[in-house]
């Protein structure tokens, strides 16, 4: 590994470092990345490509590719050679790590209004296409509670929540769209100013760190349609602020990226808009833009991990049942020749569109935050300001941008009516819930 760091006497490592950690934080199957400390003071995560991982990728590649074939020969109806195009396309974008410096600069720059969000900077000056240096950034993968819970992040602070819990209202218990509240055993309650019944002083469950994830990826899609497709735990990471102590999202890995093309990312809006609103007509006619024919209800269920009944009622009105969730399981195994058909059919794009929904669903399982209204509402959000830049983009003149600007804010208000309705809904619906509890456990038994 330190001929790949310094590709001639391994002692030469203390000329450019004042300490280095052989021991790896970590170790994938590309690469594994050492702390060390540069000679001016700064601390740096030096991720260093494994030495025979270039030679071998291309053996690799090869023997997916025969695999694949005999696979084909064995079983014709399915369709799985858009696995080896994937791996030649991606592999050598992910074993250039100069490429992935730059695709970490620009979602950084991309996302800077974004303060929740950490990327951490490039070190260029040591780095190569099979060494890169980085800003050493601690914090705990985005499912580990336990490190939350003991380096006290408050993981939902929500602007919103806490003018409310100030204000004259008194509010009561909370439930964020779909987010599940519950109180554990042991925590108290102080009483509500409204209904006199308990007030939990437990966090609300973890609703903000999902909340952050859905703006950052409906951004990176819908808007500006260059995606980081690895969003498994070990890639996000999660620390307390330590100017403002709040809670803030580390983005890690940077290698594999999806560049969208533009009439992809309209089509996949007007999809996602279509889903959001159950308009059926719609789902069904931008289904079969993205290539997927007659098959657009089981393209819909992949795409919502719904059941088709649950996508014409509308995607969130409910969130996944248990009886659901074993319903989409079964189906997906006979369904198996349906599916293999379909990402054959789909553009290239949509594979790791796919990919990336599937790891962000299931960080939103482990949180308990699965399928909330909230972030379907800020996925339409940015669906409507795509479309609507788009639209500003081709008008021929600036009465007709101003009617898509104004038409543009009349929708996004709507959309923010209908979430301050939902707010409401689930104020009282607690407060009446609450109430009851609190006169159960008075009634005599």
């Not at 700064?42 to 690799?60: G, I």
Request: hydrophobic share 40%.
């Amino acid at each position: 590994m330190m001929r790949v760091l310094v590709p001639r006497e391994p002692e030469q490592i203390h000329d450019l470092f004042l300490s280095f950690d052989d021991t790896p934080l970590g170790a994938a199957s590309l690469a594994q990345v050492h702390k060390a400390v540069l000679h001016d003071g700064r601390t740096v995560a030096v991720k260093v490509q494994h030495p025979k991982v270039q030679a071998q990728s291309s053996k690799d590649i090869l023997l997916m590719e025969v695999l694949v074939l005999a696979v084909k020969q064995l079983f014709p109806n399915f369709e799985f050679m858009w696995l080896v195009d994937e791996a030649k396309k991606n592999l050598p974008l992910e074993l250039d790590f100069l490429n992935e410096g730059r695709n970490a600069e620009k979602v950084a720059d991309m996302l800077k209004h974004f303060d929740f969000l950490k990327v951490p900077q490039i070190h260029w000056e040591l780095s190569t296409k099979r060494v890169l240096l980085m800003e050493f950034v601690e914090g705990g993968q985005v499912n580990d509670r336990a490190y939350m819970e003991k380096n006290q992040i408050d993981v939902n602070e929500d602007p919103q929540v806490e003018d409310e819990e100030e204000d004259d209202y008194g509010i009561c218990p909370l439930t964020l769209q779909g987010a599940n509240f519950q109180l554990e055993r042991g925590e108290e309650r102080s009483p509500c100013s409204r209904c006199g019944q308990g007030r939990a002083t437990t966090r609300l469950p973890l609703f903000q760190i999902s909340c952050h994830l859905g703006k950052m990826y409906s951004e990176m899609i819908f808007v500006n349609g260059f995606v980081h497709c690895d969003p498994h735990p070990g890639n996000i990471l999660v620390r307390r602020h330590s100017d403002t102590g709040k809670a803030e999202i580390v983005l890690l890995d940077h290698g594999l990226y999806q560049v969208l093309t533009e009439e992809f990312r309209l089509d996949y809006c007007h999809l996602w808009q279509s889903l959001i609103w159950t308009d059926m007509e719609r789902v069904k006619q931008y289904s079969q833009r993205l290539g997927v024919a007659e098959l657009y209800p089981l393209f819909a269920c992949m795409l919502t991990a719904r059941s088709w009944d649950s996508v014409k009622r509308g995607i969130g009105q409910a969130p996944v049942s248990a009886t659901e969730d074993s319903e989409i399981r079964n189906n997906a195994a006979n369904y198996l020749s349906e599916i293999s058909q379909l990402l054959n059919h789909v553009p290239r794009q949509m594979l790791l569109i796919l990919k990336t929904n599937d790891l962000l669903r299931s960080i939103e399982t482990s949180l308990g935050t699965r399928s909330s209204a909230s972030s379907f509402l800020n996925m339409s959000r940015c669906c409507i300001r795509a479309l609507a830049e788009h639209r500003k983009r081709d008008a021929d003149s600036f009465f007709r941008r101003t009617q898509i600007s104004f038409s543009e804010a009349f929708s996004l208000w709507q959309i923010s009516l209908h979430e301050l309705l939902l707010r409401v809904k689930g104020l009282r619906l607690l407060c009446w819930v609450s109430t009851l509890l609190g006169w159960l456990t008075r009634a005599p038994h």
